[in-house]
């Protein structure tokens, strides 16, 4: 295929025979992202910033959580400009410090090469039919856009008596010839003044603006958001790739829809559409064979290893938005079932007060809105309810925690099997389909946080079932594991420290919460007793959501992570998970259960689970320290602000 024979070739500029290949990107705010991500996962080459590496004695690095791993290519997604700012602009904070000297000293090659922008000039525009001419001894296979560029007097007279029916264009700049700053005018929409100012401009700086023809694209079907189809503007970008024998085209590209913006305009603007265009062959295609350099030899590997720090840092926390949305579905399905009456509690401003407080504790209701919704009586916590899960603009609301999980899948798309993308993209939508139906029921309601239930089950089935045993999929767990122990410990705290559980009810909404119903009727076939629930939900090893049995997974997960092989004693992580696990173990269940004389308060408890939400916070920060700290972005000089992202 195209991809193929450009990645084939594209390799066969390194002497190594395992080369380090990456994308180069701006950046997710970068429009064109989602390109990056999905070239990367085709070509398997990570997509990485300029964050992600260093240049060492000219030797350009790849930041890892197993340390500096040597780059040899670079496919370059970035404006040159951006590219180094110790060289070029020192405004960027997207670059890479020291890159222009490690192309130079011919350490690393470059895909794009710096500089190459050039071509891509409109002021050539007006030359290619001489130059083809000259150099080839025949016209243009395709004609090329009429141009004019002002730098020279005949083309400039032309362009300023021919302004009312041409497209003006500023194409370079006052600064290096690197950036990439464009203005477009349009002769005919131009007013009386604003012609006489660009004739002005025009005639001082000429070779500044370039006139060129106004094109009408072609037309067709588009299916708008009025559900009808209709015809507009369409541009065709296609693509070609140098190889030995000349250049490869590939049999589609990509096509821009000018809905909104003027479809006169520059390509890819602010309201168009870009959808992939194919070519329909007429069989089956034969993928070309294409022989490799002698010097490169097949090497057999396994893992993983060269994940990018960055990377690893978006794994961990989409695994911890991935529990944390799991953790808050649960808690508001559970609470819907108890507000419709199925508990026979409903009307109990203790029960109510109870219930509402479950959702403080979580940050989804402020104290105020709770004394309010417990004061309405059911009728207003269901509002309330109802507001958290599918209002998409509330700030506390469940589409806030599934905007996370969704932001931060999309910065390790590249990472992700297709189905598992389709699951999340499906999880995520489901607040804003529920916005657009009006009038279902309280059981629709709870029948839909069901089926999300069943989405983030099969997001974690596809992790443990077709992920492969890498660091990145560590990482993912390991942010899992330490988001479950903090949400349990959490729930245990606000429902088990005080009070009668075993008589309000708590404990079962507990074990619910916790997932853990079945095995505890299963096991104990008796109303739920403190004890119990808290040795079930603390200390069984055998309970897949434990807390005892997340630490131990994490401490199993970090015990795989690369780290000082030298320490002679246990490394901080290990001495955290070791402790709150030996004291878990230690503990009690009949003793911590029991009331405190004076407080009132199951003080032994409230203790154990303060010392978990410590070496929780303890534990996420070694990781970071450990493995992600030096991916952060450091400025090296210019204002605060960055200007000119692509």
């Known amino acids: 295929s195209f991809f193929q024979t450009f990645s084939q070739n594209f390799l066969q500029f ?23 991500a999905y070239l990367s996962r085709y070509l398997g080459y990570p997509v990485v910033e300029g964050s992600d590496m260093t240049v060492r004695d000219d030797r350009l690095f790849l930041k890892t959580v197993d340390g500096l791993k040597p780059v040899d290519l670079v496919l370059r997604r970035l404006y040159s400009d951006l590219c180094d700012p110790l060289e070029l602009s020192t405004e960027s904070a997207l670059g890479i410090p020291g890159l222009l000297q490690s192309v130079r000293a011919g350490n690393v090659t470059m895909g794009n090469a710096l500089g190459s922008g050039l071509v891509d000039s409109e002021v050539l525009l007006s030359f290619l039919p001489a130059l083809c001419q000259f150099f080839f001894s025949e016209g243009l296979k395709i004609p090329s856009v009429a141009t004019w560029w002002c730098g020279q007097a005949n083309e400039r007279a032309y362009v300023l008596e021919n302004m009312h ?165 649960r808690l508001i399905r559970s609470l819907f079932s108890r507000t419709s009456g199925e508990s026979g509690l409903s009307d109990e401003p203790e029960t109510l007060a109870r219930l509402v407080s479950l959702l403080v504790m979580q940050e989804h209701l402020s104290p105020r809105r709770a004394k309010r919704a417990v004061e309405g009586g059911a009728d207003m916590v269901e509002a309330e309810l109802r507001t958290i899960l599918f209002d998409p603009d509330s700030p506390d609301g469940l589409a806030k925690i599934l905007q996370n999980v969704r932001r931060t899948a999309e910065l390790v798309r590249h990472r992700l099997s297709q189905d598992t993308w389709n699951i999340l993209i499906e999880l995520t939508s489901v607040p804003k389909e529920w916005a657009r139906t009006k009038g279902q029921s309280m059981d629709d309601a709870i029948r839909l946080l069901s089926r999300m239930i069943q989405h983030l089950a099969a997001v974690n089935g596809m992790v443990m079932a077709n992920m492969t045993r ?80 997340q630490l ?31 004291d878990i173990r230690l503990t009690d269940m009949i003793q911590i259960a029991e009331f405190t004389k004076k407080t009132k308060v199951r003080a032994k408890l409230v203790l154990l689970l303060k010392q978990l939400d410590q070496g929780v916070h303890q534990l996420s920060d070694i990781v970071a320290h450990t493995y992600f700290s030096h991916s952060l972005s450091q400025r090296i000089s210019g204002p605060q602000w960055l200007e000119g992202i692509p």
């Open 14 to 36: 390194s002497q190594r025979d395992d080369p380090l290949a990456v994308v180069l990107s701006p950046g997710p705010q970068n429009v064109a992202y989602f390109e990056h």
């Open 165 to 329: 029916r041409l497209m003006i264009r500023r194409v370079l700049t006052p600064k290096q010839g690197l950036t990439h700053g464009r203005l477009s005018s349009f002769g005919p929409d131009l007013t009386n003044k604003d012609k006489q100012d660009l004739v002005q401009a025009i005639t001082r700086r000429g070779h500044e603006y370039v006139g060129r023809e106004i094109v009408s694209p072609s037309t067709t079907p588009f299916w708008g958001a009025e559900d009808q189809l209709k015809p507009v503007p369409m541009t065709l970008r296609v693509y070609l790739t140098a190889t030995k024998d000349g250049y490869a085209v590939m049999p589609g590209g990509l096509a821009r829809v000018s809905v909104r913006s003027d479809p006169r305009g520059h390509w890819h603007e602010p309201g168009d559409f870009s959808k992939d265009t194919w070519v329909k062959g007429s069989g089956v295609l034969e993928s070309p064979v294409v022989a490799p350099a002698p010097h490169h030899t097949l090497l057999l590997r396994r893992g993983g290893r060269d994940l990018p720090s960055r990377t690893a840092d978006n794994l961990f926390w989409l695994g911890r938005y991935i529990e944390r949305s799991e953790g808050a579905i």
């Open 470 to 549: 890498s660091y990145a999929w560590r990482f993912l767990e390991m942010g899992r594991r330490l988001e479950r122990v903090r949400h349990l410990s959490k729930l245990i705290r606000h429902l088990s420290t005080r009070g009668n559980p075993e008589g309000t009810g708590s404990l079962n909404l507990l074990l619910e919460l916790a997932d853990s119903s079945i095995t505890y009727r299963t096991r104990y076939k008796a109303e739920a007793k403190l004890a119990a629930v808290l040795d079930l939900l603390l200390a069984d090893e055998t309970n897949p959501r434990s807390v005892i049995f």
């Open 552 to 582: 131990l997974a994490f401490d199993d997960h970090m015990r795989t992570l690369p780290h000082e092989e030298t320490a002679a004693s246990l490394n901080p992580a290990q001495q955290i998970t070791t402790r709150i696990c030996t």
